[in-house]
């Protein structure tokens, strides 16, 4: 299914995230000219000077935004700054406490206008739609909360991944004994993409849904790899027809799903229950389908990389391979049904979850966006202003890289997270990373996503015997999906594992 993927040359010098940043940039610009004054914002942080005029950041942003934050805050002696972009102020902090107090002053300091702008702009959503959305956002989390958070209900979620991952995986397996050698090598990349992608749809959206619509991750990678420039600035259809009919194949095959929810007995009790309610409150099957959109970008663009620069390091170590194997051996993994699973992951296997953490530490290129809805300042700096219509930014490279928090912050250390009481380095994941952002839109995922790399590595290492060809690949600094794609690929070879 994902064959024409694998020839893909993405050779464009811009990348779909970093234009979305750019274009979120330039777009909340737009008001900003008017309304904001330069001149009445000193008492605050410096302005680490930029090169180009206006844009100049933008691009410097969005080409390499991990070199650019960590360069600028060393340049302002690791105080908060703030740069010009496009004729805006973004105030940029590094300091964990100032990331806490600033999403506590969610009144002031909203994320409403980069939703907005998502739905509109990205996914074509009305806007009297994209403002019921908001509105009905608090209870939908709530059911996002329950059912990703709950202990009941996620591992009702999770024991269907599982059954989906191991399902897949037993393709695998076949692959290799029809083989001549009874061996096989694969991309790295595509196979995280396919088992954990199509594990994950089936889990939320039904087999009906995927089988009705076999195209929509082959859809998603188009959107996110190749058409987020012409569709974020709004190029009209007839220049760019591919990027549009992709992201509209994706979004009517879920309207459909929301209209005939009661019939489709395979859908995720979450998603019945998430969407009978959105579609309770008037909100259209278009926006619908959207919002659906937004959730599969949500729990596929951050995981799958996850998984797969979390396997480009196991399969780099193997200590690390046989520590994962004998840790999973010991927690009984052998004898027990794939959704018995959740009763191993993670609970039974903490260095996994050590590698999880320390995976995101290094590769996560979060950047939280808020806008100042007016005049405000934070606890932690009485003392700062933060005028109405600037961005506030927590990139979290500067969190991660921080070296009080991660000593060494340039080697991966799986067990970096693990307790010191099992030979580890007890770093706190909880209160030293800044992955999911915060807030009311804390990401609710933030422990299914955790679920989604242990049920496809456990399987990957006790199933085979997996080794990296040897060839050139890169270990890509960061986990941007679009990144990711360019980069040269990993191929590993896997053969049977002799049981012991
Ligand atoms: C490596 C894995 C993941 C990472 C790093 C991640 C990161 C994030 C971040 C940073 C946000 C909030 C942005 C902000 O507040 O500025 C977010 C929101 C969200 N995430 Fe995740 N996520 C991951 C996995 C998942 C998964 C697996 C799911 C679903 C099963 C998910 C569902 C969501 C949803 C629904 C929201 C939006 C919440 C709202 O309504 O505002 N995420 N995620
Ligand atoms: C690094 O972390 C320490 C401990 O939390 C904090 O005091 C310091 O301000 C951080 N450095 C930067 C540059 O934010």
Request: proline share 5%.
């Amino acid at each position: 299914m994902l064959h024409s993927l694998s020839t893909t040359d993405f050779t464009n010098l811009w990348s779909g995230s970093s234009w979305i940043i750019l274009t979120i940039i330039l777009f909340v610009s737009r008001w900003a000219f008017s309304k904001f004054n330069a001149s009445d914002a000193e008492k605050g942080p410096r302005q680490v000077g930029h090169t180009i005029p206006f844009i100049g950041h933008a691009l410097t942003m969005a080409k390499d935004k991990k070199t650019f934050f960590m360069n600028a805050l060393k340049e302002n002696k690791y105080q908060p700054f703030w740069i010009l972009v496009a004729g805006r102020r973004h105030y940029i902090f590094s300091d964990l406490t100032d990331a806490g107090a600033i999403h506590k002053n969610e009144n002031d300091i909203s994320i409403r206008n980069i939703k907005s702008f998502l739905y509109t702009q990205v996914f074509g959503v009305s806007k009297p739609d994209a403002d019921l959305i908001w509105d009905v956002n608090k209870e939908a989390y709530s059911v996002d909360r329950r059912w990703l958070l709950g202990r009941e209900e996620q591992d009702k979620i999770t024991s269907q991944y599982f059954r989906h991952v191991d399902h897949h995986m037993n393709g695998l397996t076949r692959r290799i004994l029809q083989s001549d050698g009874k061996e096989i090598s694969v991309d790295g990349l595509l196979t995280v993409v396919y088992l954990e992608g199509t594990s994950t749809i089936q889990t939320f959206y039904g087999d009906t849904t995927l089988r009705k619509h076999p195209q929509i991750l082959e859809d998603m990678i188009y959107v996110v790899t190749k058409g987020f420039k012409p569709i974020l600035f709004g190029v009209p259809r007839v220049l760019a027809p591919k990027p549009y009919a992709a992201r509209d194949r994706i979004i009517s095959a879920f309207a459909e799903l929301a209209e005939e929810l009661d019939q489709r007995d395979d859908v995720s009790g979450y998603f019945q229950e998430r969407y009978t309610y959105i579609n309770s409150r008037g909100v259209s099957r278009k926006a619908i389908g959207a919002d659906m959109f937004r959730h599969l970008f949500a729990s596929l663009l951050n995981s799958l990389p996850t998984t797969y620069l979390a396997v480009l390091h196991i399969l780099q170590s193997e200590e690390l391979i046989r520590a994962i194997r004998l840790e999973l051996t010991t927690a009984g993994y052998n004898n027990i049904s794939p959704e018995q699973r959740v009763e191993v992951l993670p609970e039974k296997t903490p260095l996994l979850r050590s590698v999880w953490f320390e995976t995101l530490r290094m590769h996560n290129n979060l950047i939280t966006l808020r806008n100042v809805e007016r005049e405000t300042n934070i606890a932690t700096r009485p003392e700062w202003t933060l005028p109405k219509g600037a961005v506030v930014s927590v990139p979290a490279v500067l969190i991660h890289y921080n070296e009080t928090l991660h000593p060494e912050p340039d080697v991966f250390q799986p067990t970096r997270f693990l307790d010191r009481s099992m030979g580890g380095k007890g770093e706190n994941a909880g209160r030293t990373l800044k992955p999911f952002g915060g807030g009311s839109s804390y990401c609710p995922g933030r422990v299914f996503g955790e679920k989604q790399l242990m049920g496809f590595v456990a399987e990957l290492v006790m199933r085979f015997d997996v080794e990296l060809v040897e060839e050139e690949f890169a270990v890509p600094p960061v986990s941007d999906f679009d990144d990711l794609w360019k980069q040269p690929r990993s191929h590993w070879k896997l053969k049977q594992k002799v049981q012991n």
